[in-house]
């Protein structure tokens, strides 16, 4: 091709208004165009289009086979765990208590306090053997895990899961709130058993299952008031605040949820919750 042919292209381009051809550039829609260079916003993707499915999408055009009509156990890092749903949204009904990220990359278990104190990456924990048998506290309580952990992007939940972030956990005390639970979100959530005081047990109404499980401090220490164990109950949120991240504690003696923020070094619970319904 001459230069004179050159030109005459770049002219017919200029004054015709050529226009770069337009469709569906997600690979993952029905009608994906793989000649497209500009998105229409014409993509349709497959779905559940059962609306008695727990996992309907309306904006489904084709049924695609994943209608799930009972909530299975998630399987993660060989610990089946149980989940829940609760309003809009699918929890665990446990504790984490995972030694790896989504990835497979291991979390570090820390047990001497200056260790956890110092750290600046992710780590996990449990209480003492002198306060309580190791195996007991796992299958009760699952692990503690420090801040930096909730922070990685390698996430600590499975694939399709995800630390709350302070919305979402806003989003699960509303639900309660506007179900009859109004100022008492915090005994709702809580188990029926394993509190400190008769009194200070939860009604579970659902499912949510949440015990008493302590935390550990930024010092590495495992008593005093906020590490009791049997008493409080502590559960991380994604969402940062300042050199921190928001939580929402449980305590024995009040019946709401509390919202709070630690630092990085504390040690917490965490619960999964599903990306989407």
């Not at 600046?120 to 796992?138: D, H």
């Not at 801040?147 to 899961?161: A, F, K, M, Y």
């Amino acid at each position: 091709m001459t230069t004179r042919d050159l030109l005459l292209l770049v002219c017919i381009s200029v004054f015709c208004g050529c226009r770069e051809h337009q469709g569906c550039t997600d690979s993952n829609a029905l009608n994906h165009d793989p000649n497209a260079v500009e998105d229409d916003g014409s993509c349709v993707f497959s779905g559940c289009t059962d609306p008695d499915a727990l996992n309907y999408d309306a904006e489904a055009v084709e049924d695609d086979g994943s209608c799930q009509f009972e909530l299975l156990p998630v399987t993660f890092d060989g610990h089946a765990y149980e989940v829940v749903q609760i309003g809009e949204q699918v929890w665990f009904a446990e504790n984490l208590r995972t030694t790896v990220y989504a990835g497979g990359d291991v979390i570090p278990e820390m047990e001497y306090a200056s260790d956890w104190q110092s750290t600046s990456g992710g780590a996990w924990c449990v209480f003492p053997e002198n306060v309580i048998e190791r195996g007991e506290y796992i299958q009760q309580f699952g692990f503690l895990y420090n801040g930096h952990v909730v922070r990685d992007e390698r996430n600590v939940c499975p694939s399709g899961w995800h630390v709350p972030s302070d919305q979402d956990w806003s989003e699960l005390e509303i639900h309660l709130s506007e179900s009859g639970f109004d100022g008492a979100e915090g005994t709702a959530l809580k188990s029926q058993s394993g509190w400190v005081f008769d009194s200070s047990n939860g009604l579970d109404a659902v499912g949510f299952d949440a015990r008493p499980s302590g935390a550990r401090a930024m010092t590495g220490g495992f008593d005093g008031f906020y590490g009791d164990l049997g008493s409080d109950g502590y559960w991380w949120s994604s969402t940062t605040y300042g050199e921190g991240n928001w939580y929402r504690w449980l305590n024995h003696l009040d019946s709401t949820v509390i919202r709070q923020s630690h630092y990085l070094n504390w040690g917490l619970s965490i619960r999964c919750l599903r990306d989407s319904l």
